[in-house]
């Protein structure tokens, strides 16, 4: 044996190279186009700079080390003072500091706590679809502190306090009284051991004391526990109500959130997701008493937005990934990028993420025009749960098919695709799992005029797309089922995804979209669809560019 031999080991020959120092906004098309057709073209450079910054190895190198170093909860100080501190990797901190300087927790909404000029909606949401595809734990509080606004709402003065210290550029970790501070976070606590679908049966007491209310309960998961303040639902006398909960009450003093532990997660172990008791804490009421649901649900529409951009984001990456690796890996002397069968798997995978990302930067305008145009509101309504019910729930399953194009690489903790797939289920579990979210277009197709003509116009806008006449949807005969509720609607997301996708992209895209999605079943088997092979081509150049 000699040295040379060894030092031949090292070599490494028909590997990749890391897919990794690249634009994320540049470098996909289908995104590109996606901006410019929901109205921010306008924002294209500073969006390549964006997706510049957080295309680095050292953005993948700190979502790498976040992961691999989770939060810690420390109760009590050693001397058993009560602490509930939960400690972060500095990686983390950094990627918070990153998202908030631009604005993702905030860019939506003046300092005063109105909603920004478009294209405010759609501009976050290609930043917030970029970073997802780097790290996605620590966009938990930055989700839920953007949407937190909303119900604020119903508070005018309590909002304008605290959109000031929302809407900086300042990210400001430490745990003080949130006044004090230069830019705050906040979280949400609805869930409790009993139901986190059905809030009505939280058993969390609010008792009025003067100008505030005593809050004394549990909740089963309160993310993120560093947040500055939580909107929390809880049993006023007049019903199920809405509240502000800050960790410190107005004297400086701290708030009674006795964490008890953190949760144990799947994925998500940047972020720290917690058990906590409420022992007589501080509260100010947000909206009416008994109008708890009404008054959360505008922050969870917001945050199930985020869901679907975040999934998509996901499957952006994966596939990214995918399809970086098979340029460059040979089999029986081919590239497997050039492999038929790899490439019906690839071009079906990129037919997805067009779809996806279509759709979601269509709603993310709908959210940017629903205060002007009744319409786009009844589409923001009407097209959010459907959205995220289909991207969410597709995402597990893409992320794995991805996974495989890469081979056992795909399988090992260092490459990108093990973190995204476990993160990926969460997304359809939290805010409105799966059934609830069709529960949810149920209710609007039956109750709200304006939702059922909507789907029924989509339905009518793809129907002159090559052969898409036999895929109408009778929503007369399929709102009131409930059983059959999966299938309509993911056909309506279908339909709004192809609607979008004619909105933006090419018309060869669109076609074989609804051919392979809307006329046949497309299953979960990618790669069986039968994509013709001149649509395969375009949709692969469009994936990536070669370099
Ligand atoms: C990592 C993580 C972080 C979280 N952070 C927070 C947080 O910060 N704040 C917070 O309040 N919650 C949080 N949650 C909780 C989350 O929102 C709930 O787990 C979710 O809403 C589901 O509630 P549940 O767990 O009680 O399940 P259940 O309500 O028991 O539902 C179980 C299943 O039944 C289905 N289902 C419910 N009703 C029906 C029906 N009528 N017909 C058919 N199927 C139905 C649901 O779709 C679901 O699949 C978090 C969860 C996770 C995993």
């Known amino acids: 044996m000699t040295v040379a031999l060894r030092s031949d080991t090292d070599a490494a020959f028909n590997q990749s190279p890391l897919y990794e120092n690249i634009d994320l906004f540049s470098s996909d098309v289908p995104l590109i186009e996606a901006v410019e057709a929901n109205g921010a073209g306008g924002?294209?450079?500073?969006?390549?700079?964006?997706?510049?910054?957080?295309?680095?190895?050292?953005?993948?190198?700190?979502?790498r080390r976040a992961n691999e170093n989770p939060p810690k909860l420390y109760v009590f100080d050693p001397k058993g003072f009560r602490r509930d501190i939960v400690e972060f990797h500095p990686a983390y901190h950094e990627l918070m500091r990153a998202s908030i300087a631009a604005g993702l927790h905030a860019s939506t909404w003046t300092r005063s706590g109105l909603r920004a000029a478009p294209p405010a909606e759609v501009t976050r949401a290609a930043r917030y679809y970029m970073t997802a595809q780097i790290e996605s734990g620590h966009l938990c509080p930055i989700t839920m502190t953007r949407a937190a606004l909303a119900p604020l709402a119903a508070e005018p003065s309590l909002l304008a306090q605290v959109a000031a210290k929302v809407v900086t550029t300042s990210y400001d970790p430490v745990l003080r009284p949130w006044w004090e501070k230069s830019g705050v976070t906040l979280g949400m606590g609805m869930t409790e051991k009993q139901g986190g679908t059905d809030v009505r049966a939280n058993s969390t007491a609010a008792t009025p004391a003067g100008d505030h209310y005593v809050v004394t309960g549990h909740k089963w998961f309160l993310s993120a526990p560093m947040c500055d303040a939580f909107l929390v639902l809880a049993q006023a006398p007049g019903g199920l109500t809405c509240f502000f909960m800050p960790r410190f009450r107005p004297d400086g003093s701290v708030n009674r959130l006795n964490f008890q532990r953190l949760k144990d997660k799947l994925g998500n172990r940047s972020n720290a997701s917690s058990e906590v008791e409420f022992a007589e804490a501080f509260a100010l009421r947000v909206g009416e008493e008994g109008a708890?649901?009404?008054?959360?649900?505008?922050?969870?529409?917001?945050?199930?937005?985020?869901?679907?951009?975040?999934?998509?984001?996901?499957?952006r990456m994966a596939l990214a990934q995918a399809v970086h690796h098979c340029r460059y890996r040979s089999v029986f002397q081919k590239h497997l990028y050039d492999q038929p069968m790899m490439r019906a798997v690839l071009a079906d995978l990129s037919l997805e993420v067009e779809g996806a990302v279509a759709l979601v930067m269509r709603l993310a305008r709908a959210f940017d025009r629903a205060a002007e145009d009744p319409r786009e509101a009844a589409y923001a309504r009407a097209v959010t749960p459907a959205a995220k019910y289909w991207i969410c729930k597709t995402a597990p399953g893409f992320i794995y098919e991805a996974m495989e194009c890469l081979g056992g690489n795909g399988y090992v903790e260092e490459s990108v695709l093990p973190r995204l797939y476990r993160e990926a289920p969460v997304n359809?579990?939290?805010?409105?799992?799966?059934?609830?979210?069709?529960?949810?277009?149920?209710?609007?197709?039956?109750?709200?005029?304006?939702?059922?003509?909507?789907?029924?116009?989509?339905?009518r806008e793809v129907?002159?797309?090559?052969?898409?006449?036999?895929?109408?949807?009778?929503?007369?005969?399929e709102r009131d089922s409930e059983a059959g509720a999966r299938l309509t609607v993911g056909r309506l997301a279908l339909c709004a995804a192809a609607a979008a996708l004619k909105a933006s992209g090419p018309s060869k895209v669109t076609a074989a979209f609804v051919e392979t999605r809307l006329l046949a079943s497309h299953g979960a088997l990618y790669g069986a669809g039968g994509i013709a092979a001149p649509a395969a081509d375009l949709l692969l150049q469009r994936a990536l560019p070669e370099s």
């Open 463 to 477: 129907m002159p797309l090559p052969g898409a006449g036999e895929s109408r949807i009778d929503l007369n005969s």
């Open 292 to 315: 708890g649901i009404r008054t959360i649900i505008q922050m969870v529409q917001l945050t199930r937005l985020d869901c679907a951009l975040a999934s998509a984001g996901f499957m």
């Open 428 to 459: 359809a579990i939290w805010e409105g799992s799966g059934n609830v979210m069709c529960l949810d277009v149920l209710r609007a197709l039956r109750r709200d005029e304006e939702a059922a003509d909507l789907f029924s116009a989509l339905a």
């Open 43 to 63: 924002e294209a450079a500073a969006l390549s700079a964006f997706g510049r910054q957080w295309g680095t190895a050292d953005m993948f190198g700190l979502a």
